[in-house]
Nanobody
Framework: QVQLVESGGGLVQAGDSLRLSCGAS????????VGWFRQAPGKEREFVGA????????TYGDSVKGRFTVSRDNAKNTVYLQMNSLKPEDTAVYYC???????????????????WGQGTQVTVSS
């Protein structure tokens, strides 16, 4: 399995931007499709965005479409989540997850993924 570590979370104001990073180690990163999820207190884990293993395809959840962008740098074993126009309802713990695959698909269900990071807190004040 690949090991994942998220970073970049913090406290920001509504309308601000933030970029999260998901660093991977342990396996060649080009074997993995990556997804971002978030979980607010008392709520289920929600799909945010995903990217295929060689950066061909991205997919986004409806609540973030047009504001968030997922990208990856396989040379740095890192996937990014650029978050713009942040809203208080974006407040959550954000997780990245990886799925070993030979396809160029994106995956959106929590059950699709093999490895998870520990999460990073994002808080957006109004």
């Amino acid at each position: 399995q690949v090991q994942l570590v998220e970073s970049g979370g913090g406290l920001v104001q509504a309308g601000d931007s933030l970029r999260l990073s998901c660093g991977a180690s342990g396996r060649p990163f080009t074997r993995y499709a990556v997804g971002w999820f978030r979980q607010a207190p008392g709520k289920e884990r929600e799909f945010v965005g995903a990217i295929s293993r060689i950066d061909i395809t991205t997919t986004y959840g409806d609540s973030v479409k047009g504001r968030f962008t997922v990208s990856r740098d396989n040379a740095k074993n890192t996937v990014y989540l650029q978050m713009n126009s942040l809203k208080p309802e974006d407040t959550a713990v954000y997780y990245c997850a990886a799925k070993s695959t030979i396809t160029t698909m994106t995956y959106t269900a929590t059950s699709d993924f093999d490895s998870w990071g520990q999460g990073t807190q994002v808080t957006v004040s109004s």
